[in-house]
């Protein structure tokens, strides 16, 4: 699945670390989500979408 997690993270000028304490998870596991390694679960994904102000196919797309 391809995100645009980083663009949006870095349109704020927001490292992953203070992306990561927004969303209540791991910087680890932004930079997973950023780099393709690991998808989110649907819940972080809506949490994603609403920190955001998105939808959440907006960030998310499949790679097809």
């Known amino acids: 699945m391809k995100n645009r997690l980083k663009v949006l993270r870095a349109e ?8 990561a304490g927004r969303l209540e998870v791991s910087r680890q596991a932004i930079n997973a989500i950023e780099t393709g390694k690991h998808d989110p679960s ?3 994904a809506f949490r994603i979408g609403r ?3 998105m939808p959440v ?4 797309h499949d790679e097809e």
């Open 51 to 53: 920190l955001f102000d």
């Open 42 to 44: 649907l819940g972080l």
């Open 57 to 60: 196919e907006e960030i998310f």
């Open 12 to 19: 704020r000028d927001w490292s992953q670390a203070e992306l």
